[in-house]
């Protein structure tokens, strides 16, 4: 198993501003992974964060809107710039652990006004 | 493409009742399965994983879930609900080994358990 954290927890953001979201895995991964949950709606992945290579952003999803890092293997960020109130969002990190099988951070609760 | 359907966004069930969710998948190669459940307010926790092997499996807090590849289905139960079962639980499928790892994930079920 492994313990991961996000910071922020929470969040209340000005529209066009960026807000950087941490996730912190406790043991080393290769494969860390951002998603989206919208008010009420399931998980849609944004992108694939591998170390040592740029993230792989799924459709609808742009490097611009979301940039990522992944300096090593057991911390990401999630950069989302240019707010706007539809970013309001829960966003969660996870991690693969053993094959296919990701574990979850608690979430960052954005709304952006 | 993969793709999962979790039928009935909204269960009801009393306390001590049966729990049945439903989870259907598509996938053209053999799938691995997930359920997750995500109590409010907090991340997802993995409940159960189907990969290759027995079609029953069984996870932490009582419930099961049985793969059948003729129906497609990996329908999640548990035989007596509990008031702490209360939650959103998601069904999702995956890449097959040496693919990308990607969780597809179904539109979820609210539990609701009554007493």
């Known amino acids: 198993s492994a313990v991961i954290s996000q910071k922020p927890s929470r969040d209340i953001c000005q529209r066009g501003t960026s807000l950087t979201i941490q996730c912190q895995v406790d043991s080393q991964v290769t494969m860390m992974f951002w998603y989206r949950q919208q008010p009420g709606q399931s998980l849609t992945l944004i992108a694939t964060a591998n170390q040592g290579s740029e993230a792989t952003y799924e459709s609808g999803f742009v490097i611009d809107k979301f940039p990522i890092s992944r300096p090593n293997l057991t911390f990401s960020t999630l950069t989302v710039s240019n707010m706007s109130p539809e970013d309001s969002s829960i966003y969660l990190c996870s991690a693969e652990v053993s094959y296919n099988e990701q574990f979850f951070g608690p979430g960052t609760r954005l709304t952006v006004l | 493409a993969q793709s999962v359907t979790q039928l009935g966004s909204h269960v009801s069930v009393s306390e001590g009742a049966l729990v049945l969710l439903r989870c259907n998948y598509s996938s053209s190669v053999p799938p691995y399965l997930f359920w997750y459940v995500q109590y409010p307010n907090q991340g997802l926790q993995l409940l159960l994983k189907?990969?290759?092997?027995?079609?029953l499996v069984k996870g932490i807090n009582g419930f099961e879930a049985e793969f059948k590849k003729s129906e497609t289905s990996f329908h999640l139960t548990k035989p007596s609900a509990h008031m702490s079962d209360a939650a959103e639980y998601f069904c999702?499928?995956?890449?097959?080994?040496?693919?990308?790892?990607?969780?597809?994930f179904g539109q979820g079920t609210t539990l609701q358990v009554k007493p």
């Open positions: 999702a499928v995956s890449d097959p080994p040496g693919n990308t790892g990607k969780l597809i």
């Open positions: 189907y990969t290759t092997g027995a079609t």
